[in-house]
Structures are given as C-alpha cells and as structure tokens.
C-alpha cells in the first residue's frame, strides 16, 4: 500500500514534469475528463474551448493540473485510510459508511424548490448555520438551464441553487476565487462523485492540501450518468419537442426521464432513449454513490419522491446530520431500502464489463482461459470487487470464482486488498507474462542446444558420417 510518504515523494517529483500535454493525451483526449473544473482553477494557463479544458499559454510543466486532476492517480488505500476511521464498514457497492437512513427537511420552503426530501439545502444551510462552514462550492443554473459552477455564501444563495441540474458543470473551477478572492477558510462542496477525488485531492494532497484544502464538508450526488448543455438542449428538443427554458424542474426516476413544464404540465420518456446523450466520460464512470464523499445523498432505495436515501460516511458527516436531526432541521426514517440503492450501483459498475473476443484471442497465448481474462477485465472495469460481488457479476459457482481467484493472485494479474481484490496494471501484467514466456523460451533453447542437439549430432554422425551428401554440414559440428 502506498504510504503517505511515498505519496509525497510522487507529488514533489520533479522528473516527472508533468504538463498539459499529459493532461491532454492521458485524460482529455481518451474522453476521460469529467468537466470538474480542477485544472481550470489551479493554473491560469487553462482555458476552455470547445467545452474542452485547452492550453493558452505556455505550460512551465508544474505537473500540477495533472496531480491534482480528479481523473489521474488517485491511491486509494491512501484516500480510504485518511478518510474512514477503521471501524467503519465497508460494502463493495455502497463503499464505506456508518449509516443509511431516508430522511428530509423540516423546512416547507426548501421542500418546494427540492429536487427530493430537500436535504442537500438543509444540511448546508445547518453546516452555515453552526459555522462549520462559511461558503460552499456548488452549481446552480439560468432560466434557460445553463450551468453554471458558483460559490454560495449566504443561506439565500444556498436556497436559490435546489435541484438537480443534471448537466455537467465544472464546480472546481471557482476553487480558486474561494479561496484567494473571498479567503473562505472553511469550505463545503456539494457535486458529482466524478468530481469528489480531486476535492479530496486539494483537501489531503500537500502542497496544495497545506496552504488551501480547507474543505470541512463534502456532500456527493448520487449519479448514473449526466448529460452536456448542449445534448440536454438537443435530448430535450428532439425526444420531448419543447425548449429548456419551458422547463421547470427534471427529474429521473423509476426508468423515466421526466419534466416539469412552467405551465404545470409534465411529459416523460424512457431513460433508455436518453443513453445515446450521455456524456461520454460518464461510459467509464463507476462510482454511483460518491464514495469519497463526507455524505451522499440521492432518491433510489425510499418509498416516494419527497424523501432522500442519505448515505453517511465519515466521522464529520455523522457529527452534522446528526446535529441536524437533534435540531428538527430533518427527520429520518427507518424505510429504506439499501438493496435498491446497491442494484443501481451494481448497473454502474457492470456497463463496461463485456470483454471482446479480441482480447480473448490475443490473451490465451498466455495459456490463461477465457474466464480467467473474463474475471481480470471484470475488474479492471469495476475496478474492485469480493467474491461475492464477482461471483454475482460473473454468475458462476463460488468455488470456481474461488479457483480463477486464486490463479490470477499467483500469476500477478490481481491482488487483494483488505477483502477486496484489484487488478494489476496491465502493463505490468502483460511485461510480467512476457519475460516468463522468454525465461522459458530461453531455457528450452538452452536445454536444446546444451543437450538434445548433442544426442540428436552423436546418433547422426553415428548412423550417417558415411554418407557422402552429409559431409558439408559436419563443418556446423565441429
Ligand atoms: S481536472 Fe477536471 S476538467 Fe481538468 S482535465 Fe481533469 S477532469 Fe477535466
Ligand atoms: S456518471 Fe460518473 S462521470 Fe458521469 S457525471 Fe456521474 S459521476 Fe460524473
């Protein structure tokens, strides 16, 4: 496991000099950049075109848009341990929590303008309240749902930003004036899991951690997929015919996308139809829960809409939810369902698992099987998983689960951690199968030549020296 120490080492290493152009060819150009904005804030030679982060300016190589961005190295052991105290447990589909309970606000204001049980609203607006916080990084949106990233200081700003958006929006990118133009000291965060590992980044990653990661809550969405602005705009006029500025509020809900017209009125499709908007980053997403968050919250698992399934994860996040409910400023209940929040995230997870042919064919020169690279691709496209959980993804018996397991451990294709088993690296995988194949291809050659063509030369001279027609190759013999 990667210690802090040596995480420092990487974060100082100057050889490394990491620029844009990293940046660019490892996370913007694989469509891997989730517009959270990060890099934006850090460096001002950062700018967007073409809703694309893009160099403006000469790039000194400070390497810190790339360490810092939420889609590069992210150690998790690290991030687990500074997080979550020990005793917390963890589930492989709702990641590590203390609690899940339904709850909502008391507050029939913020219940009008929620996109659920409103609290998101009244969890920021108690976080305000006692101090724990002085402004939070959020998004809010025009009358004609253009998103926009800004930071809310006030309860007023706070309560005008309820609703989900469900369009990207680069929150990260007001980091910056948080912190050097309005000096907040404390601040909150409220977004997408996409975005929350470069907020834990800023908040735990020295240098920037020392002088600026002042984040003291961090509140995830729960989110299966998100759209641009401009394939909301295109989705909501070619499938539903109407312009966004008709619409009030959007909401997604039992496999439907749904709108709610300013006239009253409200028009729904299948979710299904909407899958070819998505946001393409979103296909390599597998976190639905917001894993790192302090706190995440979203609607799946309660019994109507005008409740949230709250998840609470960290010490901080139980010591204000808490404090909230001790001040009626929510109320919880006990009917939640935490399998249908699992089943939302277990779909997550499972939209890359297909392994293609392709790889099958070329992998088996490895002597490997097809279910023994179909494990290994499982995992690098979830990234980890128990047994239980890779035996439900992969429907077979526990027992030959248990056996490709245990083969791919040996071999060094995965490794274990806590309960949990990752894959390694397929560079190092296939390095790895590599040399052994040349170690033993070597070693073959070598028992060849040392003994097997010595045997083969004697029986030859032995049987064949007086035949004319051989004695030109007597010269390779000696
Ligand atoms: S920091 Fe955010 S916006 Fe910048 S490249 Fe990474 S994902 Fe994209
Ligand atoms: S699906 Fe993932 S990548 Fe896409 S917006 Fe949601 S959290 Fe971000």
Redesign the pocket.
Known sequence: MITKEQMIEYLQCDISSYGFQD?FDL??SKQ?????????SICPR?GIEENK?TLIDYDPECSL?FK?????FFPRNFFEKEIFKERIQKDSLLGYYQKITAARSTDNNILKNAQNGGVVTSLLLHALDTGLIDGVLMANKDERWHPKPFIARSPEEVRNAAGSIYAMV?T?STYKDAVCKYKIENLGFVGLP?QIQ?VRKFQLWPPLSDKYGNFKLIIGLFCSSNYSYDSMYTLIKDLIGISLGEIKKIDVSHGKFIVYLNNGTMKEISIKDTNRYHYSSCEHCKDYTAYFADISIGSVGVPSDNWNSVIIRTEEGQRLFNDALTRRKIIISNNIDPNKIKKASKKKKMQMTETSDKIYSALKFFDVTKLEVKTYTTLLSIGEADLFMLRDIMKLKPEIIYNIIKKLKQRKWIFKYQNFYRPINPSQVIKNEIDQILTKFKNYIDIIKSKILKDLTTKFIQNNLMDLENLDFMDIFF
């Open positions: 940046l996370v913007i891997n950049c989730v517009n959270c904005g990060a890099c934006l950062i982060p848009c810092y961005c939420t889609r590069t680069p990260l996409c470069a």
